[in-house]
Nanobody, 124 residues
Framework: QVQLVESGGGLVQTGGSLRLSCAAS????????MGWFRQPPGKEREFVAN????????TYADSVKGRFTISRDNAKNTVYLQMNSLKPEDTAVYYC?????????????????WGQGTQVTVSS
């Protein structure tokens, strides 16, 4: 059984930075792409970024491109999301997820393991 535990969320002012971490256990971490998704208040869950097995391939939503960076440390079974130049519209619960296959995808349907989420609030 896979466990994903996010940390690093919090309250930050516009223009600030946060680094989210997601620690995985229960499955061979390095065999699966990882993704970050978020769910703003009153809205559906949306794709933020994903990363391939080696960490050399990444994809970002247009809304975060150039501001967020996804990375992974396979030795630590951890994926990260560095968030810079934060905006109020980035306010959401952020979830990490493990893909069900070896393929990266922006669709949440392709991920079968999810963390509990961590709240990120950006004040204006």
């Amino acid at each position: 059984q896979v466990q994903l535990v996010e940390s690093g969320g919090g309250l930050v002012q516009t223009g600030g930075s946060l680094r989210l971490s997601c620690a995985a256990s229960g499955r061979t971490f390095s065999n699966y792409p990882m993704g970050w998704f978020r769910q703003p208040p009153g809205k559906e869950r949306e794709f933020v970024a994903n990363i391939n097995l080696s960490g050399l391939g990444t994809t970002y939503a247009d809304s975060v491109k150039g501001r967020f960076t996804i990375s992974r440390d396979n030795a630590k079974n951890t994926v990260y999301l560095q968030m810079n130049s934060l905006k109020p519209e980035d306010t959401a619960v952020y979830y990490c997820a493990m893909s069900s296959t070896a393929l990266r995808s922006p669709s949440p349907r392709m991920y079968n393991s999810w963390g509990q989420g961590t709240q990120v609030t950006v004040s204006s």
